[in-house]
Antibody, heavy 120, light 106 residues
Framework: EVQLVESGGGLVQPGGSLRLSCAAS????????MSWVRQAPGKGLEWVSV???????YYADSVKGRFTISRDNSKNTLYLQMNSLRAEDTAMYFC??????????????WGKGTTVTVSS | VLTQSPATLSLSPGERATLSCRAS??????LAWYQQKPGQAPRLLIF???NRATGIPARFSGSGSGTEFTLTISSLEPEDFAVYYC??????????FGPGTRLDIK
């Protein structure tokens, strides 16, 4: 079964750091485009970052320079390193796999999410 | 930028639902629809404007191209009451979502 499981969320003070993990099963992370998408409490979806199978990475302007997406092929796991955290980064963070049935970018496998709260 | 209307739609089971998504620039047919229920991750319903994703019931259909798109649910089932988001995949990254339409039970 294709599955994604996020972990690593928690409460952190403004300016702090956190690393999120997304463990994949049933498919190979390094062979796919993988994204992080977040959702602030009561708000809509916001794309955060993507890593391509070739290793290229892209970020939303709101997190550029503060967040880093990466993967560990040996662990089949995706990561999001979040530094200089702000209150507005408070959200549920989902990892998601690109849908392979289209040449465009859509996401068909999602984890259940992990909650990040930035507060003093 | 994607805009969705209405923000909230109140209907009864068995009724037809029509949700709209408008793009500020032409996105061809590179648009998807997702359903999200409380406490759950989004689920891909429609991709490339009109194609149902695997396992999605036939009562869900998508249409449109250019800047105007529609998600139609032909006859609402109780499990269809949720929030629906559109997402464009024309000029990416960045990937962008609409603000969502909440479909409530009347």
């Amino acid at each position: 079964e294709v599955q994604l499981v996020e972990s690593g969320g928690g409460l952190v003070q403004p300016g702090g750091s956190l690393r999120l993990s997304c463990a994949a099963s049933g498919f190979t992370v390094s062979s796919n485009y993988m994204s992080w998408v977040r959702q602030a409490p009561g708000k809509g979806l916001e794309w955060v970052s993507v890593i391509y199978n070739g290793g290229s990475t892209y970020y939303a302007d709101s997190v550029k320079g503060r967040f880093t997406i990466s993967r560990d092929n040996s662990k089949n796991t995706l990561y999001l390193q979040m530094n200089s955290l702000r209150a507005e980064d408070t959200a549920m963070y989902f990892c998601a796999k690109r849908y392979s049935g289209s040449y465009r970018y859509y996401m068909d496998v999602w984890g259940k999410g992990t909650t990040v709260t930035v507060s003093s | 930028v994607l805009t969705q209307s209405p923000a909230t739609l109140s209907l009864s089971p068995g009724e037809r639902a029509t949700l709209s998504c408008r793009a500020s620039e032409i996105v061809s047919t590179y648009l998807a629809w997702y359903q999200q229920k409380p406490g759950q991750a989004p689920r891909l319903l429609i991709f490339d404007a009109s194609n149902r994703a695997t396992g999605i019931p036939a009562r869900f259909s998508g249409s449109g191209s250019g800047t105007e798109f529609t998600l139609t649910i032909s006859s609402l089932e109780p499990e269809d009451f949720a929030v629906y988001y559109c997402q464009q995949s024309s000029n990416w990254p960045p990937i962008t979502f609409g603000p969502g339409t909440r479909l409530d039970i009347k």
